[in-house]
Structures are given as structure tokens and as C-alpha cells.
């Protein structure tokens, strides 16, 4: 790979796929010491997917335990 006069480089098709990195994926540069590491952007959750995930676990939840009971196990409080 070469850099070009913008600071570009082609990552090459077979190494995209092979690593994950489809059309449009944002990345991060991360350098260790000489070593250069580029990997997909590791992005917080949209709304719409917060939502998807809310409505797919909602009721799910398995235990007997009331809201209080949590918070004192939680808190601590005997």
C-alpha cells in the first residue's frame, strides 16, 4: 500500500472482508508505540436501535424480586 499526497491509503477488498470493514464503516487509528492499529469505530447504540433492544428483552427478565428488594441488594441497606 502506498500513501498517497492526501495521506490516503486503499485497504485492499480482501483484507476489508476478511477483517469486516464494509463501504462507509468509520474507523479509528490507535498507535502502540511503532505499531499502527486500524479498526472499526466502536460507536454508542442509536436511539432506534436502544429501542429495538428494550422492546426485544422487555418482560424477559426471570427473578421474583420486587423493585425495593433490588435496591436494597443493590444499595446495600439491611
Do not use: H
Not at 47 to 67: L, Q
Amino acid at each position: 500500500m502506498k500513501v498517497t499526497s492526501k495521506g490516503q491509503i486503499t485497504i485492499p477488498k480482501a483484507l476489508r472482508v476478511r477483517i469486516g470493514l464494509p463501504p462507509g464503516t468509520d474507523v479509528e487509528v490507535i498507535v502502540e508505540g511503532d505499531d499502527v492499529l486500524i479498526q472499526p469505530l466502536q460507536r454508542p447504540a442509536s436511539d432506534d436501535e436502544v429501542k429495538v433492544w428494550i422492546e426485544r428483552f422487555a418482560g424477559s427478565g426471570t427473578m421474583n424480586t420486587t423493585t425495593d428488594e433490588i435496591m436494597r441488594m443493590t444499595r446495600g441497606d439491611d
